[in-house]
C-alpha cells in the first residue's frame, strides 16, 4: 500500500511538473507584437500562423496507430513550432479525452530535460519524432492503405489518414476521434508540405529566428567594402547555420546540469554528439581562445563563437578569395569568371547576376550585385551547385522512339516487402515502386478462393493479396510519379476460370487506361513510343494464336522453370504443368508477348517487334559472353526482360549494369532489398525526371551496331576526381556517444567490364564532422555513355568489413565538372542531409 501511495504521490508530481513545462497559449502576444515563442515565426513566415488546421496540430490530437487487428494504440500527435516535424508520446495523462484540452507542445529541449523522470514517476514516454514532413511521400484519406482496409473496418473511413513514406519505412495509419479532425490533418499536412516545398533556399536558412531577433547577415560590420558602401562580414551569418545545425545553443544532452554554460568537458561531449573526436589539445585551445570570461565556461556568444571556427570550410573560403580579391566580395563579372572555369560554358553575365540575386543572403550586396561568402557557400551546396547537372532533373531526352530504344525501370517480385520464401505480399509495395518511378511490375496469379485469383511467391510461406486489389492500386498510383507507360508482367498460373476474371478485373478497373488494341492499325507490329503510351497500362503476357484451336495450350508462365545453369538437372523427374490461356486474357495482351528467350535470331530482318523475351540473369550473361554483338542487335528492336535466378531465396539482386551493357530493357530487381544494386538502378533512373525511361546510347539502337561489350575498343576519355572534404557524416551509433567515424571514400566505375574499377581515399581517423583528404582518383572510360559513378562513404575497420555510411550514384553524362557537392543518400535511398562530400570534378573527352 505504501508503494502504491508512494508511486500516485510520484505520479501526480510528475504530471504537475509537465503542465508546468507548458509553454504560453499561442495568442499571447510580446509587447513588440510578436508571439513569445520565436520558433512560431516559422509558421508565421509560410503563412500558416493563423491558419486552424495547423492550430489544430499545433495542439495535438490523440490518434490511434493501427497496426494489426489487435494493435491499436492512441498517441498524442503534434505538430513542432518549426512547422517541419510532428512528435508524439506513448502515453500520456488521461484527465481529459478531447483533443481540444491538450496542452501546448513542449518545446524540444523541455522535453529531452524532463524525459528520464517522465518515464519512471509518470509511467508515460516523453515526446519524440515521429514524422518529419520532407520524408512525407504522401497523405492518404480514408481506407487508402492495405493496414486501413484489413485491420481498420471498425473505424469510419472519413476519421482515417495514411502517411506514407519515402524508403522503406512503414505506413502509418491513424484514426482520428473525428472526421473534421482528421481532415485538419490532411488539410494541414498538405498545407506545410507544400510551403516546404515552395521555399526557395533563403526562405529555408531563414526557417529559424536569429536569436537577436533580426535577420542573419544584415547587421552591418567592417567585412568589407565596395563602391564606399559598408558591407557585411561574410561569415556574419555562421551563427544562424550553427542554429540551423541544431548548435547555436547548448544541447541538452551536452549541457549536463543544464546551467546554459559548458565546461570542456561538455564541449567535448557536444563534438561527440556531431560526430567529431577533436585532439585535446586542438580543442582546448580552442575553447581558451573563446573564453573571453576566463571562468573555464563557454556561454551564449562565446559558444557560438566556438562552434563558429569548427565550421569554417576553409577549402570555400581559399577558393571564395581566389575569385574576389581582396575586398572579399564576388562582383557578377568575378562570379562569371569562376563558372566558366566550373565549365558552365553557356553561363552568361545575366546568368551571374541572376545566382547573385537568388543564393546572396545580405540585402546590401545584393542591390549592388555583390555576393558574399555566405552566398558563395550557399549556391555551393544548392541543387546548382550539385554534382548531377539540373537541367536533366527534368525530361530531357527524346520521347518518341520505340520501347525497345529505352531502359525501363523494372521490378521483381513487386508484391514482396521482404523474402521470397516467407515475407509478407503487400499492396503498399507496388504503391512504393511506383514513387520510385518503377514503370515495370510483376504480378504472380495464382488461384484463390472464392473465384478471386491471388497474388503471392507460389508453394512458399509468403502472403497473398487479392489480384483486385493490386489492379485498383495501380489506376489510383501508377502515374503519380511519372506519366510514361506502365507494363503489368503476369506470371499467370490460374485456371481458365480465374483467368477470365483477371480479364475483366483489368477492364472494368483500369478501363481506357488499358491498351487493348494497336495504336496504328496499319502497322499494328509496330513498338510505339513512351510518348504516345503516356497514361496507358500494357498488359505482358502469353498471347494465343490467331487461329487458335479449342486444345491450343502453352507452357506455365512460371518463370523459376525456365532453364538456368544447372536447372535441368534440377528439374528431373518433376512435371511441368500446361495450362491453357483464357481468350479473355490473351486479348489484352497487345504489345508485350511474353516467350522463353531459349536462342537470338540471325537476323533482324526475323525481328518481333512485339515479342518480350524473358530470361533468368545466368543465361543472360552466357549470351553477354557467347553471343555479344547479337545479343545487342537483339535487344535494338525487341523487349528483353531479365531477371533474379530462383535461388536467391533471401531475395538478393545481381549486377544490372551487366545487361544494360547490352542494351536489355526490362533488368528487373527487387526493389525491397537495399544495396549496390538497387543503387546503381535509383542512379540509372536519377535522370530524364526520374520518369522510369532512359533512352539508350546510340550504340545501342542502330540494328546494324558493331557493339560488343565485351570488346569496347581503346578509351576515349578520362575522369578526374579529387576528393577534398566531407561535412556531417551522420554517426552510425548513435547509442554510443564516443563512437566516431573514421571515414574513407571511395569512387565507383560501373559499365562495360573495361571500364570498371574502383579507388579509394586513406581514412581519417576520428573525424566525421569535417574530415579533409584533397586525394585524386584517376580513371581511364572506354564507353562513357554507359558510365555510372559511385560515390561511396565508408567508416574504415581495420579487423572486420567496413561499416556503410552514405552513397550517390549518378550517370557520367549527367556529371557536372568543377567544385562540387555531392549530397549522401542511405542505404535505402533517404537523404542523409546536411551530410556531403566536397569534391572537384575535370572530364577530358579524346
Not at 546548382?384 to 522512339?401: N, S
Not at 512458399?460 to 485498383?472: A, E, P
Not at 501508377?478 to 483467368?499: D, K, M
Request: proline share 6%; with cysteine; hydrophobic share 35%.
Amino acid at each position: 500500500m505504501l508503494c502504491i501511495r508512494w508511486g500516485n504521490s510520484r505520479r501526480r508530481s510528475a504530471e504537475g511538473r509537465v503542465r508546468a513545462q507548458v509553454a504560453p497559449p499561442l495568442s499571447t502576444p510580446t509587447p513588440d507584437g510578436g508571439t513569445k515563442r520565436p520558433r512560431l515565426r516559422a509558421l508565421k513566415k509560410m503563412g500558416l500562423m493563423e491558419d486552424e488546421d495547423v492550430r489544430t496540430m499545433l495542439r495535438g490530437s490523440r490518434l490511434c496507430k493501427i497496426r494489426s487487428l489487435k494493435w491499436h494504440k492512441e498517441r498524442l500527435y503534434r505538430l513542432q513550432e518549426d512547422g517541419l516535424s510532428v512528435w508524439f508520446q506513448r502515453g500520456f495523462p488521461h484527465a481529459s479525452s478531447s483533443s481540444q484540452d491538450i496542452c501546448e507542445p513542449v518545446a524540444v529541449a523541455e522535453v529531452e530535460v524532463v524525459e528520464g523522470w517522465l518515464r519512471e514517476a509518470a509511467g508515460w514516454a516523453a515526446e519524440r519524432p515521429g514524422v518529419y514532413l520532407h520524408h512525407i511521400e504522401a497523405v492518404r484519406e480514408g481506407h487508402q492503405s492495405e493496414g486501413l482496409r484489413r485491420f481498420g473496418g471498425a473505424y469510419e473511413p472519413e476519421r482515417c489518414l495514411t502517411i506514407a513514406f519515402k524508403g522503406h519505412r512503414k505506413n502509418l495509419d491513424l484514426v482520428a476521434p473525428t472526421a473534421e479532425e482528421a481532415q485538419c490533418w490532411v488539410r494541414g499536412l498538405a498545407k506545410l508540405r507544400a510551403s516546404l516545398s515552395a521555399m526557395s533556399q533563403l526562405e529555408r536558412l531563414d526557417q529559424y529566428p536569429d536569436r537577436e531577433g533580426g535577420c542573419a547577415g544584415s547587421r552591418r560590420c567592417p567585412g568589407g567594402r565596395r563602391g564606399g558602401m559598408a558591407l557585411p562580414d561574410p561569415l556574419d551569418g555562421a551563427p544562424r547555420r550553427l542554429r540551423r545545425a541544431g548548435l547555436g545553443k547548448p544541447a541538452p544532452r551536452a549541457d549536463s546540469n543544464q546551467d546554459s554554460k559548458m565546461s570542456f568537458k561538455e564541449i567535448k561531449s557536444l563534438l561527440r554528439m556531431v560526430n567529431v573526436d577533436m585532439n585535446d589539445m586542438y580543442a582546448y585551445r580552442l575553447f581558451k581562445e573563446c573564453d573571453h570570461s576566463n571562468n573555464e565556461r563557454l556561454e551564449g556568444p562565446e559558444i557560438e563563437e566556438f562552434l563558429r571556427q569548427l565550421l569554417k570550410r576553409p577549402e570555400l573560403e581559399e577558393l571564395f578569395y581566389k575569385y574576389s580579391g581582396e575586398d572579399q566580395l564576388l562582383s557578377a563579372p568575378e562570379l562569371l569568371g569562376f563558372l566558366r572555369d566550373q565549365g558552365e560554358d553557356g553561363a552568361t553575365l545575366a546568368c551571374a547576376a541572376q545566382l547573385i540575386q537568388t543564393y546572396e543572403l545580405n540585402e546590401i550586396a545584393k542591390q549592388h550585385e555583390l555576393m558574399t561568402l555566405d552566398g558563395f557557400m550557399m549556391y555551393l551546396l544548392s541543387p546548382e551547385g550539385a554534382a548531377l547537372d539540373p537541367a536533366h532533373a527534368r525530361v530531357f531526352q527524346d520521347m518518341d522512339q520505340p520501347l525497345a530504344h529505352y531502359f525501363i525501370s523494372s521490378s521483381h517480385n513487386t508484391y514482396l516487402t521482404n523474402s521470397q520464401i516467407e515475407g509478407a505480399s503487400s499492396t503498399e509495395a507496388y504503391v512504393r515502386a511506383f514513387a520510385l518511378g518503377c514503370r515495370c511490375v510483376e504480378l504472380d496469379c495464382w488461384e484463390g478462393p472464392g473465384g478471386e485469383p491471388v497474388i503471392y511467391h507460389g508453394h512458399t510461406f509468403t502472403s497473398k493479396i487479392l489480384f483486385r486489389d493490386v489492379i485498383q492500386a495501380v489506376r489510383d498510383y501508377a502515374f503519380t510519379a511519372s506519366p510514361y507507360p506502365v507494363i503489368l508482367s503476369l506470371e499467370n498460373h490460374c485456371g481458365l476460370e480465374q483467368q477470365a476474371t483477371m480479364a475483366r478485373h483489368l477492364r472494368t478497373i483500369l478501363g481506357d487506361m488499358l491498351v487493348t488494341q494497336a495504336l496504328d492499325s496499319r502497322n499494328p507490329e509496330k513498338l510505339p513510343s513512351p510518348e504516345q503510351l503516356k497514361g496507358r497500362v500494357l498488359v505482358k503476357g502469353k498471347k494465343l494464336p490467331a487461329a487458335r484451336s479449342e486444345d491450343t495450350r502453352v507452357l506455365s508462365d512460371r518463370e523459376e522453370e525456365e532453364d538456368e545453369e544447372g536447372s535441368e538437372a534440377e528439374l528431373t523427374g518433376q512435371k511441368r504443368l500446361t495450362k491453357q490461356v483464357s481468350p479473355e486474357l490473351s486479348a489484352l495482351v497487345v504489345y508485350c508477348c511474353a516467350t522463353r528467350l531459349q536462342a537470338l535470331r540471325p537476323t533482324p530482318a526475323l525481328a518481333q517487334p512485339c515479342v518480350v523475351g524473358s530470361l533468368g540473369e545466368s543465361k543472360a550473361k552466357r549470351f553477354i559472353r557467347e553471343a555479344g554483338n547479337s545479343f545487342v542487335r537483339h535487344n535494338t528492336h525487341q523487349l528483353t526482360r531479365v531477371y533474379p535466378r530462383g535461388l536467391r531465396v533471401n531475395s538478393a539482386n545481381y549486377n544490372p549494369q551487366e545487361m544494360w551493357n547490352s542494351g536489355c530493357q526490362l533488368v528487373a530487381l527487387n526493389f525491397q532489398t537495399p544495396g549496390y544494386e538497387m543503387d546503381l538502378n535509383t542512379g540509372r533512373f536519377l535522370v530524364n525526371g526520374q520518369c522510369g525511361y532512359i533512352l539508350k546510347p546510340i550504340c545501342l539502337q542502330q540494328p546494324d551496331t558493331t557493339f560488343d561489350p565485351e570488346s569496347p575498343g581503346p578509351p576515349r576519355t578520362t575522369l578526374t576526381i579529387q576528393v577534398l572534404t566531407a561535412q556531417q557524416l551522420p554517426k552510425l551509433n548513435v547509442e554510443k556517444p564516443s563512437s566516431i567515424v573514421d571515414p574513407l571514400v571511395r569512387v565507383e566505375i560501373h559499365g562495360v567490364p573495361g571500364d570498371c574499377a574502383r579507388k579509394e581515399t586513406f581514412y581519417v581517423l576520428n573525424n566525421g564532422f569535417n574530415p579533409k583528404w584533397e586525394q585524386t582518383l584517376q580513371f581511364q572510360l572506354r564507353v562513357p555513355e554507359l558510365v555510372l559513378v559511385r560515390f561511396v562513404v565508408e567508416d574504415y575497420d581495420a579487423v572486420s568489413p567496413n561499416d556503410f555510411v552514405g552513397q550517390f550514384t549518378l550517370p557520367l553524362n549527367s556529371l557536372k565538372q568543377g567544385y562540387r557537392h555531392i549530397h549522401l543518400l542511405s542505404k535505402d535511398g533517404a537523404s542523409l542531409s546536411p551530410a556531403t562530400l566536397f569534391v572537384h570534378i575535370c572530364i577530358r573527352r579524346s
